[in-house]
């Protein structure tokens, strides 16, 4: 399956709906080791994205992902905001001026998000961050758009090695972000930008099924 600029739009609206519904959740996984509002700053700036998509979808997938960017980058407090904005606005210039995005063309958006995540938040794999999510989730996309996969594999893959991904958080002491100033304390805990990385990209797999 190939994706059109409207069909690029419904996958973001099944991600703010997958943020609405688990709110709560990142707010107590952000509480535990953050400052708790990582759910709340995601569903502002998602209801955001909403309405300016409510009020017209752009002509085409790369139009409407740099939309997201810069919705979530003006709305979205917290480091979440600047890093997954600048996410959408890596991707968006990742797949050019196509009119439908195919798996490799994905896989390719998602590569330069994570590019652009670590490039904003100077984080690698192991500092128990939403980077522990998405560089698997990259690797995975990239070998089953190799393979052939069109977007729903693309994304289903990246979504389960996400999966893994943040769950390899939970033992890690933190070395980024307000978690890094608990130490040792940070450990035993679930890095709730993973756990965020994980339900959007599973909301997007979702709608691209």
Same mark, same amino acid.
């Given at each position: 399956? =190939?994706?059109?600029?409207?069909?690029?739009?419904? %996958?973001?609206?099944?991600?703010?709906?997958?943020?609405?519904?688990?709110?709560?959740?990142?707010?107590?996984?952000?509480?535990?080791?953050?400052?708790?509002?990582?759910?709340?700053?995601? +569903?502002?700036?998602?209801?955001?994205?909403?309405?300016?998509?409510?009020?017209?979808?752009?002509?085409?997938?790369?139009?409407?992902?740099?939309?997201?960017?810069?919705?979530?980058?003006?709305?979205?407090?917290?480091?979440?905001? #600047?890093?997954?904005?600048?996410?959408?606005?890596?991707?968006?210039?990742?797949?050019?001026?196509? =009119?439908?995005?195919?798996?490799?063309?994905?896989?390719?958006?998602?590569?330069?998000?994570?590019?652009?995540?670590? =490039?904003?938040?100077?984080?690698?794999?192991?500092? +128990?961050?939403?980077?522990? %999510?998405?560089? #698997?989730? *990259?690797? %995975?996309?990239?070998?089953?758009?190799?393979?052939?996969?069109?977007?729903?594999?693309?994304?289903?893959?990246?979504?389960?090695?996400?999966?893994?991904?943040? =769950?390899?958080?939970? #033992?890690? *002491?933190?070395? +980024?972000?307000?978690?890094?100033?608990?130490?040792?304390?940070?450990?035993?805990?679930?890095? #709730?930008?993973?756990?965020?990385?994980?339900?959007?990209?599973?909301?997007?797999?979702?709608?691209?099924?």
């Amino acid at each position: 399956m =190939a994706c059109t600029a409207e069909s690029v739009a419904a %996958a973001l609206r099944a991600a703010a709906g997958a943020v609405v519904a688990h709110r709560d959740e990142l707010v107590r996984l952000d509480r535990e080791i953050g400052d708790g509002d990582h759910g709340e700053n995601l +569903k502002r700036g998602f209801d955001a994205l909403v309405s300016k998509l409510d009020a017209g979808v752009p002509a085409s997938p790369s139009a409407v992902l740099r939309l997201a960017a810069t919705t979530l980058i003006s709305t979205v407090g917290g480091a979440a905001g #600047p890093l997954y904005g600048t996410a959408f606005l890596r991707a968006s210039t990742a797949v050019g001026d196509v =009119a439908v995005l195919d798996g490799p063309g994905a896989a390719a958006a998602l590569r330069s998000a994570l590019d652009g995540v670590v =490039a904003r938040g100077k984080a690698e794999v192991g500092d +128990k961050t939403m980077v522990d %999510a998405l560089t #698997p989730a *990259v690797v %995975a996309a990239a070998s089953v758009a190799a393979g052939g996969g069109g977007v729903a594999e693309v994304l289903e893959a990246a979504a389960e090695a996400a999966e893994q991904g943040a =769950a390899s958080t939970v #033992p890690l *002491v933190a070395r +980024k972000g307000r978690a890094s100033y608990l130490g040792e304390r940070s450990a035993g805990h679930l890095d #709730p930008g993973a756990r965020s990385t994980v339900l959007l990209l599973r909301a997007l797999a979702g709608a691209a099924r």
